[in-house]
């Protein structure tokens, strides 16, 4: 059983590395194709979390108004309320004639989701390498 949790593991990180480079893709698409914009975060989402609904994540929500002037609203991937003041202006970038494919177009917000995709998959790629017998 244990032999086999290792060979799914091992499967499954190369898995994560395609969902990366996938992102990859569509950031640079959105960064060469997109339309820029500057929007305001408006408030803050609560979201209940963990296990007995205790805990609570806040997610910034941006207002921005896209190219034909209609305002539009986008929520960030991550939560962050002291970062992100109301008030802040944030860079917002999405596709032409697509709105809701909004995203912040911050430095961290770009690199962290790649990031924790290749860190996740290089540690599935590595643990059953160093613990399936030789």
Not at 19 to 37: D, K, N, P, Q, S
Not at 82 to 95: D, I, M
Request: hydrophobic share 50%; aromatic share 8%.
């Amino acid at each position: 059983m244990k032999r086999l949790l290792l060979i799914v593991m091992l499967l499954l990180g190369p898995l994560l590395w395609v969902f990366a480079w996938r992102e990859v893709r569509a950031r640079r698409r959105l960064r060469y194709e997109g339309i820029r914009a500057v929007g305001i975060v408006v408030r803050h989402e609560r979201k209940v979390s963990g296990t007995e609904g205790t805990a609570h994540v806040y997610f910034p929500v941006v207002a921005f108004t896209d190219a034909d002037g209609a305002p539009r609203e986008c929520r960030s991937a991550y939560s962050g309320r002291r970062g992100w003041p109301v008030g802040r202006k944030v860079p917002v970038l999405y596709l032409p004639g697509t709105p809701a494919t909004a995203v912040i177009d911050i430095w961290a917000q770009r690199v962290s989701r790649v990031a924790v995709l290749v860190a996740a998959g290089m540690v599935l790629i590595a643990v059953p390498l160093i613990f399936l017998p030789g």
